[in-house]
């Protein structure tokens, strides 16, 4: 990635984080964690907030090195593909886990193998097609028979 | 310590113990020649693997794997001119034109003589000074521990990543995440938002998989995808070989390149956050500095590639030191080595030579072993591994994909941990594409737990007073040198603006 480009990141992921720690801190925190139960002892929301100030303070400095750079420097157009395939893989991260939980895991992990390895390029459906079809079933048998655990 | 490593020697001298270690190799050369996958990804699938074996087959089993997933990235290198892993691309430099000129099974057999010597170097040197350090680390107090934690965290983001800030940010990241579950000392739920399956707070193993391995994977399988076309590597054809004999006493010739570098990468190793690549490219140019012809250095010097192998190697038993002395990982592979070790029950630090002291001497002997057998393994698959090279990315990967689900499924059965596993996946796509660093990330919630314990014990004990720094020279040397690393980390920023400025 060129600098200007590294320093639009800079600047839009600091400012999220630091929108999304000050909302932990404030809300989540407070929300989901209970107030001291010992006395002489430090609340169970310390450390949380410690940590999630660490990364506030730091998330501004990132920010504004981000916003300063980018001040300085003419930005470059940035591109949609980065966030194309991370949308594209967290969908089928999505999909993986229904598959698994519904369908099970051999035959989610047959489509996985076929469909992926067409998409990465492979062309060969001498390999592909039997490394599909036979290699989900074989891990799941190893498995089973060392371990005793049945996949879903 | 000779007592106690003979019987090390005669706990891991089993069969099942042979066996694996055998089995850790092989799967680890096979992982390290196929190019994006690495030690790190094999150990992170393969852990929940040890979660059926005892603690010193499991430690010695990835012990395997590590070795053989580092030394296994020099074949590619060597006969593709495209190294496996990272820390094999100065193995390419000199391994390639060796190949060229016929000679690529001699190249092969020089780069994995010098992984074991390096191996067997770096893993003499933390038997000798894992007890020294474990015994200065028993003076530590919560302060103490606290201390190096940062120092250990601030090395970490200011050494291995680009942004020192960023690194930071990932590391404390880690650190909230490992907040998440019960609290030590109220056993209150924290961020659990009422999920039984959070109690015991975040899967490592899932968040490991997820992290490292999953993401990895996934973003050369997207990167494939966009261009459309499979993963192999095109290479020209290599000449025959005319020469394959490499003797002892011809490489043992090398010896000061091979002690230096096994030095270079051991005190590489001791030290968190510098990592193999870094190991290995310092040797090369340190050897080809020391050398009489460096001109002849990247046109076919062996001693190119005997500098990079012995580096690379040597780290894997040096980042133990920190490792099982403090508690405190060297890179990522010892942070999974660590916790493979947690999984199995052993907590490291100062007090495991004295709690499980017959375990670490027997995983010391395992891994003398593994060297032993690395070479056996090593030198009788030379001809294997070059099929290897040839096999599809395109093939490989997505059966990955389906061994990272099988491998969070294993220890508990659990869909939840899949689930993590996947949403860590997407988080470490995000943060590798954005510059942030994912290891650091991983470590910093392995060590989050414990710089917790110790931040929380320093500040009740000494109630906030801050002169108690004076009275520990050790709090306050690391404290000092984590300030330092940070100045360090920030000074080439605050350089450049003079300059800007005078413009």
Redesign the interface.
């Known amino acids: 990635m060129s600098e200007p480009v ?1 320093s639009r ?2 600047a839009i ?1 600091g400012s999220v ?1 630091a929108v999304a720690s000050a909302a932990a801190i404030f809300w ?2 407070p929300s ?3 107030g ?3 006395e ?3 609340s ?5 907030t ?3 100030s ?2 506030l303070g ?2 501004l ?2 920010a504004v ?1 981000g916003l300063t750079r980018l001040q ?1 420097d003419a930005p470059a157009a940035a591109t949609a ?2 966030v194309i ?2 949308a ?3 969908l089928f ?2 999909l ?2 229904a598959g ?2 519904h369908a099970g ?1 051999i035959i ?2 047959i489509a ?2 076929l ?3 067409l ?6 459906l001498k ?2 097609v039997p ?1 599909g079809f036979l ?2 079933p074989l ?1 799941a048998f190893a ?1 089973q028979a ?2 005793g ?1 049945q ?2 | 310590m000779i007592d106690q490593l003979i019987a090390g020697f005669a706990e891991a001298l089993t069969f099942y113990n042979v066996l694996f270690i055998t089995l850790g190799l092989v799967l680890g050369i096979v992982i390290g020649v196929i190019p994006g996958l690495g030690s790190v990804t094999a150990m992170a699938v393969l852990i929940p693997v040890t ?2 074996m005892s603690p010193v087959t499991a430690i010695a089993f990835l012990v395997g794997v590590n070795k053989g997933g580092t030394s296994g990235g020099a074949i590619p290198a060597v006969l593709l001119n495209s190294p496996g892993t990272a820390e094999s691309a100065a193995s390419a430099l000199d391994g390639y034109p060796m190949a060229k000129r016929g000679e690529p099974e001699r190249a092969m057999k020089f780069a994995l003589y010098s992984s074991v010597t390096g191996d067997t170097i770096s893993d003499m040197l933390l038997i000798v000074l894992v007890v020294p350090f474990a015994t200065i680390a028993l003076q530590f107090g919560p302060l103490e521990f606290a201390s190096v934690l940062l120092f250990a965290f601030t090395l970490l983001a200011g050494i291995s990543s680009a ?1 020192p ?2 690194g ?2 990932a590391i ?2 880690g ?2 995440l490992a ?1 998440i579950g019960l ?1 030590p ?2 056993s ?6 009422d999920q039984i399956h959070l109690y015991d707070g975040l899967s490592l193993i899932a968040v490991a998989i997820g992290s490292l391995a999953l993401s990895s994977v ?1 973003a050369q ?2 990167d ?8 192999g590597v095109p290479h020209e054809a290599l000449p025959p070989s005319t020469n394959r004999h490499l003797g002892a006493v011809e490489f043992f010739s090398h010896w000061k390149t091979i002690i230096r570098s096994s030095l270079f990468g051991s005190g590489v190793g001791m030290l968190p956050g510098l990592g193999v690549t870094l190991a290995a490219f310092l040797s090369y140019g340190a050897a080809r500095k020391a050398s009489k012809d460096p001109d002849s250095f990247g046109k076919g010097n062996p001693e190119g590639i005997i500098a990079t192998e012995a580096a690379n190697s040597a780290v894997v038993g040096a980042n133990l030191v920190p490792a099982l002395a403090l508690g405190i990982p060297g890179n990522v592979a010892a942070a999974l080595l660590i916790s493979a070790f947690i999984i199995h029950g052993i907590v490291p630090g100062p007090f495991m030579m004295t709690m499980h002291g017959d375990v670490v001497y027997a995983l010391f002997a395992s891994m003398l072993m593994a060297n032993f057998l690395h070479l056996i393994v090593g030198r009788l698959g030379i001809p294997v591994w070059a099929l290897v090279t040839k096999v ?4 490989v ?3 990955v ?3 990272c ?2 491998g969070v ?2 220890p508990s ?1 659990s ?1 939840f941990d ?2 993590v596993m ?2 860590f ?2 988080l470490g ?2 943060m590798s ?4 660093s994912v290891v650091g990330m991983v470590i910093g919630f392995i060590l ?1 737990g414990l710089f ?1 314990t110790s ?2 014990q320093s ?2 004990l000494y109630k906030s007073d801050y002169s108690v720094l004076l009275e520990s020279p050790i709090a306050l040397a690391f404290l000092l040198l984590a300030a330092l690393v940070i100045l360090r980390g920030m000074w080439p ?1 605050k350089r450049q603006e003079p300059v ?1 400025d005078a413009q």
């Open positions: 590294h990141t800079d992921a984080l989540m925190v989901f964690v209970d001291p139960m010992t002489g002892q430090f169970p929301r310390f450390f949380p410690f940590a999630l660490v990364v730091l998330s400095v990132l090195q300085q593909g980065p395939q991370t594209t893989w967290a991260s999505a993986l886990l698994v939980t895991f989610t992990g996985v193998v469909i992926w390895g998409a990465a390029g492979g062309r060969n390999i592909l490394a290699l989900p891990v498995v060392a371990f655990v996949l879903p | 979660y059926y942004s800030v960023k930071l940010i404390f990241f650190v909230f907040t609290d000392v109220d209150t739920p924290r961020l659990t938002f996934a399988l997207l494939m995808a966009a261009k459309r076309r499979g993963g599809d990315q395109a093939y990967l997505p059966i994909v389906m061994l689900v099988t499924y294993l059965q869909l899949v689930g996947l949403i996946a997407v796509l995000v594409r954005t510059g942030f989050g917790e931040l929380r500040l009740l920023a800007h």
